[in-house]
Nanobody, 121 residues
Framework: QVQLVESGGGLVQAGGSLRLSCAAS????????MGWYRQAPGKQRELVAL???????NYADSVKGRFTISRDNAKNTVYLQMNSLKPEDTAVYYC???????????????WGQGTQVTVSS
């Protein structure tokens, strides 16, 4: 099995910064893409940022220039540095990872439990 554990959420004032972390553990043979999504109350879950195994990145237009996704492959961890936060960034943030396990087969997408980010105006 594979587990993803997020940390780093909290309450911050508009203009502030937070750094989210998501560590994957378990029977991991390989991790392909990793990413962050968010879901605000009453809205659908949306992509925030993705990072490939080679480091290529993709961002939602709403966070470009403010958020930075990175990963540490040695630690099986993905990060999301969030700067210049706005009240509209308030949401539950979920990480995911496309993981191939030691038992073989294709990679499967695993999700973390979510961490709350609240930005006050």
């Amino acid at each position: 099995q594979v587990q993803l554990v997020e940390s780093g959420g909290g309450l911050v004032q508009a203009g502030g910064s937070l750094r989210l972390s998501c560590a994957a553990s378990g029977s991991i043979a390989r991790i392909d893409a990793m990413g962050w999504y968010r879901q605000a109350p009453g809205k659908q879950r949306e992509l925030v940022a993705l990072i490939g195994s080679g480091g290529s990145t993709n961002y939602a237009d709403s966070v470009k220039g403010r958020f930075t996704i990175s990963r540490d492959n040695a630690k099986n961890t993905v990060y999301l540095q969030m700067n210049s936060l706005k009240p509209e960034d308030t949401a539950v943030y979920y990480c995911n990872a496309d993981v191939a396990t030691v038992w073989g087969g294709l990679s499967f997408r695993y999700w973390g439990q979510g961490t709350q980010v609240t930005v006050s105006s």
